[in-house]
């Protein structure tokens, strides 16, 4: 079992820069892969990107990967995901995942346990 809490979200101008943190309990000693997805009404989960924990090797989605940096401090079982040069497109409700697959796994249903989400607002 692994509890997950997301924060850092917030308002912030195009072009700007955000750190999300995702806060790791439970078994956190066990090898997961764990993700950043995002999602916004209407439409179903975007992988964004997923890292080993703890190993470390990570994947980003297309879309982000020269943007969006996945890491993780297992010393204090915290996942991160910073953002730079954010776009409006980016606005979304960001929930960090994990599961039990590969690092380039990116459907939401191989991911287990969920945290409750964080909203990134964008404004142009």
């Known amino acids: 079992q692994v509890h997950l809490s997301e924060s850092g979200g917030g308002l912030v101008q195009a072009g700007g820069s955000l750190r999300l943190s995702c806060a790791v309990s439970?078994?956190?000693?066990?090898?997961?892969?764990m993700a950043w997805f995002r999602q916004t009404p209407g439409k179903e989960r975007e992988f964004v990107a997923a890292?080993?924990?703890?190993?470390?090797?990570?994947y980003h989605a297309d879309s982000v990967k020269d943007r969006f940096t996945i890491s993780r401090d297992t010393d204090i079982n915290i996942l991160y995901l910073q953002m730079e040069r954010l776009k409006p497109d980016d606005t979304a409700v960001y929930s960090c995942?994990?599961?039990?697959?590969?690092?380039?796994?990116?459907?939401?249903?191989?991911?287990?346990?969920w945290g409750q989400g964080t909203q990134v607002t964008v404004s142009s």
């Open positions: 439970g078994h956190t000693t066990r090898r997961y892969v």
């Open positions: 890292i080993e924990w703890p190993g470390g090797n990570t």
């Open positions: 995942a994990a599961g039990t697959g590969l690092v380039h796994t990116t459907t939401p249903i191989a991911y287990t346990f």
